[in-house]
């Protein structure tokens, strides 16, 4: 008799939900209440439930969401009433009618069991909070609140809503679930709860991205008193950096003047008696190197001339810095006012030619520094190189060898 009553119970129900029931109830399905059937044998297995029990117990699982056929409202009392349909194709007591009645109504949301097979009936219901499938399972009932009651909800809204459940209006109460579900189930919040954080970091980038775009856009808006600070101030360090680089150069190139024009005044002549023909190779090794500066300080300081025009479609394609001088020293004033005034007119644009300015007077630093470094460098050595080699000129002079 029980297994003959449970095989035609769950025969009618597949047969109900496979012909009647909406395809938009993607997890209050016939899957949904086969696998809470297992949940409820295993639990009755395992907590040593009586035979006629169990078969309630299984009754009212298979029946506990057939109401889905009518709609989500009040599911639960049109499960009953399917379920007193079913009743007028097999004879059961009415106590047993009254019992598995109200183990399908303990499925309600909220509701607080009475005995201990309304606890086993709502822990097999809510099995899926304490297993690993659990994000494949709240995604499917996500997905069908969206679509059969319209509920749409946020990343953030709907993780929010499944840690609420669990940490607050949802519990295990038989101790088979305690012991094997309670375990994974606080994995689950945890997993939630990280979720949670990185989707309010990310929703943080995003509305910071956001307001970045939305200020990129804004072109016509005067520029930040922070930002022309910086371009003044670093333009300026640059302008002063340069001066620097010039001065320098120009001492070296003086320095180096007046030692040649002074070398060639008294060395040349002295140079002509033969006697003095020792000091011809030292001399050589001193022009050449002071030669060698002023030629680099000369390099350091020359500057490099450009086309000095530029075109509309150059304006337009944003390709030409109109804040350098080498790139309209030929144009003339109408098109030149008008290259500016359309730079005026696009924060971006004034933007990027302050930036590109700053940028090509760097890599303008950097050859004159480097150069200067050189010319230093080779003063230096010039210098020590040619006192050595008078110095041993002298001492060849004096002993008539190196030794």
Known sequence: ???????????????????????????????????????VIELAENLKVDEISSENLQLATWFHDTGFIKGATNHEEESVLIFTQFLTQNTIEAKRIEVISALILATKIGHQPANDLEKIIIDADCAHLGSKNFEDKTSLLRKEWEIAENKIHSDAEWTAINLEFLTQKHRYYTDFALKNWSKIKSKNIASLL????????????????????????????????????MFRVALKNHMTLSNIADTKANILLSVNAIIISLALSTLLPVLDNPSNHYLIAPSVVFIIFTVASIILSILATRPNVTEGKFTKEDVANKKVNLLFFGNFHQMKLDDFEWGITEMMQDRDYLYSSLTKDLYFLGLVLNRKYKILRITYTVFMIGIIVSVLAFAIAFKIKETGSFL
């Open 194 to 229: 990280k979720d949670l954080k990185k989707i309010k970091q990310e929703n943080k980038k995003f509305d910071q991205k956001k307001e970045a775009l939305k200020i990129k856009k804004n072109k016509n808006v005067v520029p930040e008193r922070g930002v022309e600070t």
């Open 1 to 39: 008799m029980t297994a003959t009553l449970l095989n035609n119970a769950e025969k009618f129900v597949i047969d109900l939900l496979n012909k009647k029931l909406a395809s938009i109830y993607v997890y209050h399905n016939l899957v949904h209440t086969q696998s809470v059937v297992e949940k």
